[in-house]
């Protein structure tokens, strides 16, 4: 009787499993009525209903299997929205402060898809513009006129299987335009949203569950010439490590060297902040008078972050933050002997990540860059507008509204590290944003 | 005719040969997977070897994600399950041109008990989840008396704990000064004996000694877990690949025949019959 119960059930289940959701319901209530007459056992309902669900699953990726080609199911999409408030005041260096009220918008989506298992194609798309590649947000405004959209990324991942020569080794090698693999506690040396373009070999080892150690090594072309012999390159190779010291402290270390070639001598990178020492004066082998590098960038960039987890649960003292971080970078260009170094110094309190309802996050950081310590085309965008030559402080408050759904509340307040050498003002031209975000992840 | 006679020898002698092959040869039987569905897959396959002498049934545990991934390699017959089957398995599964079948063979309940002393008789699974990962440590937070709330869990080896991670903790860590504790009977003497201790115990192992919850409204006990309304409990499953037949079928039959369902009630889970 169950069997032919149960038959009948399945039967009627093929036929709407198209419409899975309410004819799910539809099932459950034909069942309960079984067991209120007294045909079926709740056992019996339970196995049925189970079974018949179970079916219905099976059928639906058999349906997408048989007609979709595996790369496109294996498609992945994330993408996040954000309705930023902006305040910038800024005091120029000709006039009193200035002060600008913005509201702005930035749209990410990204896809990737494996083609075989080890190798992967990415690319995602941005609101933004093709003149500057600090940032991916649209002003409201301009009487409703449509917002760019560009190509955010798009690279190529090769994943070869290395588990038959070493178990814990692993290797990506990268081609393109793509997220910025290296690593940094801050956004010091490197604005979230630049993509690097060019290769990369990045190595992982994992020595046990506690300790893995990394290697991004990275060849990118910061610019092309026609007719240019040497074109700008850098090179970065970044060693690194994961400890998970005990259970409650982890630590993350990294050091980067970066090597720059045909940047010294060569005219200002595209969408430069202007803060990096240039030469007007044609030298000895230049009868130019373009403004061109007077130095080399490279560096060393050690940096490193320790977390502690439950951080105030001990001798039955719990407050309830589940983690605090302190972290610290650091940045010398031995090419200069001065105006070399950079450094910056933080900390995290409050969940490790905000993904989800009730979570919150207070960071701090206080940032100290000198003129030449970094190219001026790399750094945090909001921080003095991206420049070197700058220092000041950055608080950052996230909260999570609902999963995958935040607030973000920024202030940074920075200013120049030389004062102005007009008489009539010698301040360091302070400068203030104030940032309130709603963000979506999807 | 001499070499008629030496042929049809032979070829008798190549018949007996085969028959007795055939008739030693023990149907096998494969059941891998779930370490919580692995109690109810040994006690079966004894006993149903104990009554079906052609048959071999070897089980073996290794995890469900395991199990799953061996029937569709191919490498097992059955594959004991305490979760449904993720949609990406079962798109795998299409890829290998493979048809799992689930077979639901009992529910699986946990109740959460408390000293029978205790002024409480209902938590939200959030209060709960509260209590087990630290956010709540007093009776107090969660509409009791106050005092220390003494946290006791199954080890992490077993199959409760598990199922309570998955259904209640949603995969948050217990809190580190939880009482670890390697059996049901030991959690419940525990609380038992401890006037501010919580704890959790398979549906069959619930005694008198300790005070059991609801959980979101709903009593814990048979008929809930049945009806899916109390949300502590999940299916286990048995799968196979496509509608079982021969020796898997007698096996699965026996699984959730009276007998199977006997054994299931004697391992501490709910039978379905």
């Known amino acids: 009787m169950v069997k032919r119960v149960l038959a009948c059930v399945m039967l009627v289940a093929g036929i709407g499993v198209f419409c899975a959701d309410g004819f799910a ?73 200035s002060q600008r009220d913005r509201a702005r918008i930035r749209l990410r989506i990204g896809a990737e898809t494996r083609l075989i298992d080890e190798f992967k194609v990415g ?56 997220p910025n693999p290296i690593w940094e506690p801050v956004d010091m040396l490197w604005d979230t949203d630049i993509r690097p373009e060019g290769v990369m070999a990045n190595l992982g080892y994992k020595a046990d569950n506690n300790l893995s150690f990394f290697m991004n090594n990275g060849f990118f072309i910061l610019d092309e010439g026609s007719s240019d012999k040497g074109d700008p390159i850098m090179f970065v190779v970044q060693p690194g490590v994961n400890w998970k010291i005990t259970d409650n402290i982890e630590f993350k270390g990294a050091v980067d060297n970066y090597f720059f070639n045909g940047v010294k001598d060569h005219a200002a990178l595209d969408y430069t902040a202007g803060t ?15 403004a061109v590098y007077w130095y080399n960038y490279n560096s060393v960039a050690p940096k490193v972050e320790i977390g502690f987890i439950d951080p105030f649960k001990f001798a039955g003292f719990d407050t309830g933050v589940p983690y605090l971080s302190f972290f610290g970078e650091y940045i010398n260009n031995w090419d200069r002997s001065s105006q070399d170094n950079g450094w910056a110094l933080g900390s995290r309190i409050g969940h490790k990540k905000v993904g989800d309802k009730g979570q919150w996050q207070l960071a701090y950081n206080y940032r100290f860059l000198e003129r030449d310590a970094w190219l001026d085309i790399f750094p945090d965008s909001d921080f003095y507008s991206g420049r070197t030559n700058a220092k000041g402080n950055n608080v950052i408050f996230q909260y999570g509204v609902t999963k995958n759904s935040m607030l973000n509340f920024e202030y940074y307040d920075t200013m120049s590290m030389t004062r102005q050498t007009n008489s009539a003002d010698s301040s360091r031209l302070p400068a203030q944003v104030i940032q309130a975000d709603w963000i979506v992840k999807f | 005719m001499k070499k008629l006679r030496v042929l049809q020898a032979i070829m008798f002698a190549a018949a007996i040969v085969a028959a007795a092959g055939a008739v030693s040869a023990a149907e096998k039987v494969v059941v891998e997977g779930s370490t919580t569905v692995l109690p109810i897959a040994q006690k079966a396959a004894e006993v149903f070897m ?75 699974k959030k209060q709960v989840k509260d209590i087990y990962t630290g956010a709540a440590s007093d009776w107090s937070a969660v509409g ?36 670890m504790q390697a059996s049901n ?88 019959k």
């Open chain 2, 50 to 124: 104990d009554n079906n002498g052609d048959i071999d049934i070897s089980v073996r545990g290794g995890g469900s994600g395991v199990g799953i991934a061996s029937l569709l390699d191919g490498s097992c017959d059955i594959a004991d399950s305490s979760r449904a089957m993720k949609d990406a398995e079962y798109e795998k599964a299409a890829a290998k041109k493979k048809d799992p079948k689930a077979h639901v063979v009992a529910m699986d309940g946990i109740v959460v008990v408390v000293n029978n002393s205790n002024g409480i008789s209902e938590l939200s």
């Open chain 1, 123 to 178: 690319f995602g798309i941005a609101t933004g513009t093709t003149s500057d590649p600090r940032s991916t947000n649209m002003t409201l405004g301009d009487s409703f006129a449509f917002k760019n959209i560009v190509l955010d990324y798009a690279y190529g991942q090769y994943d070869p299987d290395l588990s038959h020569y070493m178990q814990p080794l692993s290797l990506s090698l990268i081609g393109g335009k793509f």
């Open chain 2, 144 to 179: 009791g008396q106050a005092g220390k709330i003494v946290v006791v869990s199954r080890d992490s080896s077993s199959g409760t704990f598990e199922a309570f991670g998955e259904l209640v903790l949603k995969g948050a860590k217990v809190r580190p000064d939880a009482l």
């Open chain 2, 185 to 272: 009977q030991a959690i419940a003497s525990i609380v038992a004996k401890t006037p501010g201790a919580i704890g959790y115990v398979g549906l069959g192992y619930l005694t008198d000694s300790v005070k059991p919850l609801k959980i979101d409204g709903v009593v814990p006990g048979r008929d809930t877990v049945l009806s899916g309304k109390y949300p502590v409990s999940r299916p286990l499953f048995m799968y196979t690949n496509g509608s079982p037949k021969g020796a898997v079928k007698e096996f699965i039959d026996f699984v959730t025949g009276p007998e199977g369902q006997k054994i299931v009630d004697e391992e501490g889970f709910v039978a379905l």
């Open chain 1, 25 to 97: 319901g539809e099932v459950d209530i034909l069942v309960q009525k079984l067991v209120d007459k007294g045909i079926l056992t709740p056992g019996d309902a339970q196995q049925i209903l189970v079974e018949t669900k179970e079916e219905a699953k099976k059928e639906l990726a058999q349906g997408k299997v048989t007609n979709v080609p595996k790369w496109v199911q294996d498609i992945k999409l994330k993408g996040d929205f954000r309705l930023r408030y902006q305040h910038d005041r800024a005091k120029q260096a000709t006039a009193t402060a």
């Open chain 1, 276 to 290: 990096n020492t240039v030469a007007r004066l044609p030298d000895m082998n230049r009868q130019t008078s373009t």
